[in-house]
């Protein structure tokens, strides 16, 4: 099934897909560093980099798709992915250090 061009879940998708490829490649550069021997905090510094907007944008998205829900009486479908891939993008950054098994520590 096709998307429409504009849909929400297209744009909350390819969002989560550039967060995931730049973490993704961050810690590919940081495993292929250690495999040599050398040190390289490349996706510690990329979590940290995108930490702070993709909670925001996540969190914009999350309150977004409730309102749109209430307002459609809660029965539109929009509302509910925007919910939940507003949830998944804010939360990504922070659980792919776990997920990878990475000690990156957030705090200033």
């Not at 040599?36 to 977004?64: K, M, N, Q, R, Y």
């Not at 949830?87 to 098994?101: D, E, H, S, T, W």
Request: with cysteine; net charge neutral; glycine share 12%.
């Amino acid at each position: 099934m096709k998307l429409p061009p504009y849909q929400p879940t297209r744009l909350i998708g390819n969002l989560a897909a550039l967060v995931l490829i730049v973490l993704g490649g961050a810690y590919l550069f940081d495993l292929t560093f250690r495999w040599f021997g050398w040190e390289s905090d490349a996706f510690c510094s990329a979590v940290a980099f995108f930490t702070p907007p993709s909670f925001a944008i996540g969190v914009v998205l999350a309150t977004l798709g409730a309102l749109i829900w209430a307002i459609s009486q809660f029965r539109g479908q929009t509302g509910i992915g925007l919910m939940i891939g507003g949830f998944i993008l804010a939360v990504l950054p922070g659980i792919m250090p776990r997920y990878f098994g990475w000690d990156c520590l957030l705090t200033p």
